[in-house]
């Protein structure tokens, strides 16, 4: 394996973890009163100085060329109505059920990939996905009788979909492929913070923390599931591209459920366990593909298909 590789494989991990974080920072926001719009605003807003203290450290410019800012700015906007339908959808179902349906994107990004942008389909990733759709089932049962909301399906929907258009952009781009990490991340917060600006006169309250521990979330949200996810996401697309960079992000709501076990001393059923070691081993399967893939051949060879008699 590559030694590029392996960082990407990590770099896709460790993002997936972050990520999983979300919920538990922002359910505490809204029980204090706070709304989707200003969480999302305060955690862009705290995260650009880390960000900004990072590119001064490297001394990597703030200037941006013509042709990168039109593809900065659209990356921005989409990575800001994802993170808004997502918190969004959190106040119409389960946090951990939104979270987890969000991860139809890796799907969605295969897809796009082999149709649009003609990659190569491997029976690897066709394999991996139908394990991890299984693993993602088994994760998202909802609690006791309760149903879906549609509006909630529907915002989750909306976030996996413009998340799937944002990788893919990061990853065929070549523009954006010579934008240092952190520099583009500076811009995608940038312009997702001015976003949430512009929609508070539109009807949307400002809303601030209640309490003390209201400002260290916001603080957690910018770090963990902002700067630290996002640059990760970002880093590992440049290395390994979109689909495998996809695929791992199915290992959110793994940690969601680890996160939720050892923190919030939450049970784990059996059904969950399953499930989980199901993404683990779709994702493993992403790191061994050409591996995997000569073994699926060399199994179909074993067993040729014979043509059917036509004969009457």
Sequence with gaps: MKLNNLEGYILAAVAAAAYGTNPAFAIP???????????????YLLGLPIIAF?????????????????????????????SLTLFESYKYMNSGIASTLLFVYPIMVAVLMIFIFHEKFKISV???L???????????????????????????MLSAGTYAVYIILVNVSKTVKNIPTTK???????????LYIIIIPLGVEL????????????????????????????????????????????LEPVSAVILSVTFLNQTITAREIIGAVLIILATT????????????????????????NTKR
């Design 184 to 194: 583009l991340l500076f811009y995608v917060l940038l312009t997702g913070t001015v």
């Design 130 to 156: 139908a394990i991890m759709s299984v693993g993602l089932f088994l994760l998202m049962k909802p609690q006791g009788d309760s149903s879906l909301s549609l509006i909630g399906v529907l915002l989750v």
């Design 29 to 43: 926001l809204y029980e204090q009163g706070m709304n989707p719009n200003s969480v999302l605003l305060f955690r």
């Design 126 to 128: 066709g394999l991996c």
């Design 207 to 250: 809303t601030y923390p209640t309490r003390n521990a209201g400002w260290w979330s916001l603080i957690a949200l910018a770090i963990i599931p902002t700067v630290i996810s996002l640059a990760c996401t970002t880093r590992a697309i440049q290395l390994i591209g979109s689909t495998p960079t996809a695929i791992f992000g199915a």
């Design 285 to 308: 399967i992403v790191v061994a593909d050409n591996s995997v893939d000569r073994i699926i051949l060399h199994v179909r060879k074993m067993f040729p298909r014979h043509p059917r």
């Design 54 to 82: 990072i590119m001064k450290k490297r001394n990597i410019t703030f200037m941006l060329r013509k042709d990168e800012l039109p593809q900065v700015v659209i990356l921005g906007i989409l990575m800001a109505l994802s």
